[in-house]
């Protein structure tokens, strides 16, 4: 097989203006804290401190929260939707243009590939902010209300959490669709990737938003409980794992506060014997290491026919062999680094277990950086179903492979996990792909292809991958009322 020698192709970081401190964006304004705690985000893929982050406190929560109930009441939730419209094209067309700004602070702050953050996370973000500014001026259409319903009306103060592995897209997918309801937000990004929420607050300030539509609350777990335990909250929109939204579910229950919940995966990726093998091979990758295998719906389990297993398991180790893990901000970089030093300690652990097991543990040889945060691509075989590693979500670069001998017996250990977010099949046969899709208890089941992300198609969990869904029409629903205004 012939080598190919890439020269360096580093992305320039001239584009992108750290401050070295950052407060909280309350109001419209950047304001300091009443506390005094502050933290350092860094670089994951050279340990470099890129800034200091204000922690917010449960009274800076409260003033967020009070300038999104006085910005919802005052402007926001009266405004016509042709209106809102017009400021969700306007933040669209501003993701656009600093598109290279963003890419580059993301890739630095979260530690993805350049190729990544520029041609998927933040064109996603900017598609959100479009697909919504659509829909605006059109809720009455969209079949949100029963026939003799009053028309859907905004839901009141939407506090928003989200997780570290995708930032940017992450904010987009839970304010562009609360703004075009009508609905004000305070958003808490991750404690990790807080930068390009920060920027966004100035997007915000340059396309004019009125001030309190959008609060950004900075800081860690308690500011997150903090934001999501106030009373001035009409609906929570949470992302991350599953045993916070189980936290968050508890903290609500028997309140009036709605809740969408995004939460965990373990996506089998079924590949039959009859699929296109190179092509299946390609979706295997994407499927688990895409963003270091930092997915929800990564397809971090390989459910492969016996038959099949010898010839996918040696093509995809081949494949593996020419990925490039190293600086995110080289162009060439297919892995980069691993966002935090807890989650590094997880993946390893969970590793460790694996081979405790009796799974078959295989990686390609590859020089890691020897500072920051790194995991080379890895593979399992040998997995048996009960094992730990198949069960529990690893959201590292780890894949497991499994093997199956009917459709019958792939869907039954596909669904054999307490998740329901994402599954893939690989096979030449239409009717199979429909049957399998009607049988896996998946939110998105994608056939002949995998990670395929786009605002018009909703995306959510069955079982504890959460409840709700964020994406196309359905994703609306969770932002908007029949009931009385709040
Ligand atoms: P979590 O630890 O759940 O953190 C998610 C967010 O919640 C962070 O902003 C976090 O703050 C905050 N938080 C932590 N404890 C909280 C509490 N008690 N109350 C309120 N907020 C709290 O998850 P993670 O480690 O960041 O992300 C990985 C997980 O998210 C994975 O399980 C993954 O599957 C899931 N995820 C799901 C999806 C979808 S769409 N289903 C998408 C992405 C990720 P800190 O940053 O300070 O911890």
Known sequence: MPVFEYAPAPESRSVVDIRSSY?????????????????????????????????????????AVKAARAAYRGVWGRMSGADRGKYLFRIARILQERAREFAVLESLD??????????????????????????????????????GTPAPRPVGVVGQVIPWNFPLMMLSWKIAPALACGNAVVLKPAETTPLTALLFAEVCQ?????????????????????????????????????????????????????ATLELGGKAANIVFDDAPVDQAVEGIVNGIFFNQGHVCCAGSRLLVQESAHDEVVRKLKRRLST??????????????????????????????????EGAERWSPACDLPSR???????????VSQSSRIAQEEVFGPVLSVLTFRTPQEAVAKANNTPFGLSAGV??????????????????????????????????????ESGYGREGGR?????????GDIA
């Not at 406190?57 to 003033?63: E, K, L, P, Q, S």
């Not at 996370?121 to 949100?144: C, N, R, S, T, V």
């Not at 508890?250 to 709605?258: D, Y």
């Not at 939110?443 to 198609?457: I, M």
């Open 23 to 63: 407060g909280l964006f309350i109001g419209g304004e950047f304001t300091d804290s009443t506390g005094d705690t502050s933290f350092k985000t860094i670089s994951p893929a050279t340990e470099e401190v890129l800034a200091d982050i204000t922690e917010a406190t449960a009274d800076d929560v409260d003033r």
């Open 110 to 147: 979260n530690g993805k590939p350049i190729k990544e953050s520029r041609d998927v996370d933040i064109p996603l973000a900017a598609a959100h902010f479009f697909y919504h500014a659509g829909w605006a001026d059109k809720l009455e259409y969209a079949g949100l209300s029963p026939a």
């Open 206 to 258: 340059q396309a004019d938003l009125p001030p309190g539509v959008v609060n950004i609350v900075t800081g860690a777990g308690a500011t997150g409980q903090a934001l999501v335990g106030h009373p001035g909250i009409d609906k929570i929109a949470f992302t991350g794992s599953t045993e916070v939204g189980k936290a968050i579910a508890r903290t609500i229950a028997g309140t009036r506060v709605r």
């Open 323 to 356: 990925l490039r893990v190293g600086d995110p901000l080289d162009k060439n970089t297919d892995l980069g680094a691993i966002n935090s030093a807890a989650q590094l300690d997880k993946i390893r652990e969970l590793s460790g277990i694996a081979e405790t």
């Open 372 to 382: 920051g945060f790194w995991f080379p691509p890895t593979v399992f075989t040998g």
């Open 426 to 463: 690989w096979t030449e046969k239409g009717s199979r792909i429909l049957w399998m899709a009607d049988q896996l208890r998946a939110g998105v089941v994608w056939a002949n292809t995998f990670n395929q992300f786009d605002p018009t198609s909703p995306f959510g969990g069955y079982k």
């Open 474 to 482: 359905h994703g609306l629903e969770g932002y908007v009322t029949t």
